[in-house]
């Protein structure tokens, strides 16, 4: 059985961590978001957890993909059918969550598919949480109407539709293109290594406090070297 386990990281924002990835839901003005929603199965646990925040039915606003591996997205259909949210992602990442095909979203890793073809089942989405996105975000694009004051920010490289949430107050939700497996880092699944360092210098010139990675622990921009 997978293990999920929910840590309150803020007064708004509660961490659910399905074993190795995370997904963050957000109290916002007026409703709940969800920034990924883990990878598809023990959906009991996943709508205690809801539930327990005050998040029912009807109560979930939008659900942000930040990219379209079934480790993020892997309940986003499920979640749009019983709590009545829009999922939102990049555009590039459409086809990944259409087809259930990870590596449709991006183009520079042949190397990487060949090595993992014989575990590439692991890495789709099964038939039924395949699903077409809602609404498609744009770098700049503001969550205020759904009750957050965030920016949606562009940050290829991991894949060539990664996403990320910046609040207004300094939270930045990084999906995997920023991670702490073991440490700090960029990601290290890299479909556009120049891609994916011009994505980091951005973020280096932002007003970031904390990260909330994809994997692993929050933690300060400057612990990366």
């Known amino acids: 059985m997978e293990q999920q386990r929910e840590d309150k990281v803020t007064e708004s924002t509660r961490a659910l961590t399905f074993r190795w990835v995370n997904a963050y839901l957000v109290k916002g003005n007026s ?31 939008l659900i942000v993909i930040t990219h379209g591996d079934p480790d993020h997205s892997g309940n986003a259909s499920y979640l749009r059918a019983k709590y009545g949210a829009k999922i939102a992602m990049h555009k590039a990442e459409a086809a990944a969550v259409e087809k259930g095909n990870m590596f449709l979203s991006r183009g520079k890793m042949p190397p990487l598919r060949r090595m993992m073809k014989p575990l590439m089942r692991l890495f789709r989405l099964r038939k039924r949480d395949r699903f077409t996105s809602d609404l498609y975000l744009e770098d ?25 949430v910046l ?16 440490h700090p880092s960029i990601a290290t699944l890299v479909d556009d290594a120049e891609a994916l360092r011009a994505s980091f210098e951005r973020a280096r010139n932002l007003d970031i406090r904390t990260v909330y990675p ?6 300060s921009l400057d612990e990366i070297r």
């Open 31 to 61: 409703g709940f978001l969800l920034i990924d929603s883990g990878m598809a199965g023990n959906r009991a646990t996943l709508e205690r957890e809801l539930r327990d925040a005050g998040c029912g039915p009807g109560d979930l606003k």
């Open 167 to 182: 609040t207004d107050d300094g939270t930045f939700f990084s999906g995997d293109f920023l991670e702490n497996r073991t």
């Open 140 to 164: 700049g694009d503001r969550l205020d109407e759904y009750g957050l004051s965030a920016t949606i920010l562009h940050v290829p490289g991991h894949s060539a539709g990664s996403i990320a």
């Open 214 to 219: 994809g994997h692993g622990k929050p933690f």
